[in-house]
């Protein structure tokens, strides 16, 4: 009596499994766990990605979430922040990174990826039609770039300031340097590194 | 604009984070993966978790998990093999671990949790009822007692050793020692313990 002639249990560890951080075992723990100890997550999970498609649109401006009820296809930052900054991010959960750290109150872009030619995404399968657009009609003055740190991220950013520069606008780039509350003993070699270059006047 | 204002996100996240194994920031990602990259993996859960209940169903007589189209109320197990052994198991779970093994030919009785009155458990919410009927209707005559070895396994061990030998039957529990390809310079000082009890004959 193997798992495999369990067809309905086998088909929800395997969707279950399709998910990020979710491995072979924990599927299987968490489709016992529906099924033994808690028969109404099961239901609620149903009900939510039944409806998460319907409920969550992205912005066709700027590409961040948008919640259907808040009003169709352009979001509550589109239409009320400052216009003539613009944040451009990787991924629509970083906007609500930097909306954590508070402090920012221009526009979002978001690239929906990295320029990444091993993984098949080239310059056109982002949203950079989209951003040059938006500088060119919107009074953009400076772009922000707040990708992350890696080396798809720094090669997108540098391509990127490459076709935006020409446009007229300031092109900056977050910080790079030591994390709050660590250890200069503990960092790593290109962060110190990075740190020291950008080092600044107090 | 925090995660809070968009509801429907945060619904979802809620949904995967009552789920074992599955903290805030694992089902904050799994939620943004669903909607930004593989937006068919949400429909695929819907339609699994959905239908999980109907399709799979706990065996009355055993409690282990049945596949309603393998037969109504009934499972393959308590139809067919040996009535005279039954192995009685902590969670529907645990059943294909035991099967995967190999080697049992005999029947199953899952009890649905062990005793805990910490958590509010007492035998009375255990399927114990059951095996005790089916100990006397089924010409038993051997139990395995293959509960987890911790505290909470061992002491319903001990209260079902305490029910069912007044019965007639022979009451046997999984052997307890060092796991095979494991080494004995690392093992734990109760494993060890428990290996020198249960030594045997060569």
Redesign the interface.
């Known amino acids: 009596?193997?798992?495999d002639?369990?067809?309905?249990?086998q088909?929800?560890i395997d969707?279950?499994r399709?998910?990020?951080?979710?491995g072979p075992k924990?599927a299987?723990?968490?489709?016992?766990?529906?099924?033994?100890q808690?028969?109404e997550?099961?239901?609620?999970?149903?009900?939510?990605?039944?409806?998460?498609?319907v409920?969550?649109k992205?912005c066709r401006k700027c590409h961040i979430?948008v919640?259907s009820?808040?009003g169709g296809e352009n979001c509550?930052?589109c239409g009320v922040r400052d216009p003539s900054v613009i944040c451009v991010v990787q991924?629509?959960?970083d906007?609500?990174a930097i909306?954590?750290a508070g402090g920012f109150r221009g526009r979002f872009h978001v690239l929906?990826g990295v320029i990444s030619p091993l993984d098949g995404v080239n310059p056109e399968d982002l949203t950079i039609g989209d951003l040059v657009e938006r500088i060119k009609e919107d009074g953009v003055n400076e772009v922000i770039l707040a990708l992350n740190p890696n080396m798809a991220g720094e090669g997108t950013s540098l391509y990127l300031a490459q076709i935006l520069k020409p446009l007229g606008v300031r092109v900056t780039q977050l910080a790079q340097g030591l994390p709050m509350g660590s250890h200069l003993e503990y960092a790593d070699e290109l962060t110190l590194m990075r740190s020291i270059e950008g080092r600044r006047e107090l």
Chains 1, 2 share one sequence.
């Open positions: 009596m193997p798992l002639q369990f067809p309905a249990i088909e929800c969707a279950f399709r998910l990020p951080g979710i924990g299987q723990r968490i489709v016992f766990h529906l099924l033994t808690d028969p997550a099961a239901s609620q999970i149903a009900a939510s990605c039944e409806s998460i498609h409920r969550v992205i979430l919640e009820e808040a509550a930052v991924e629509p959960a906007v609500f909306e954590r929906m």
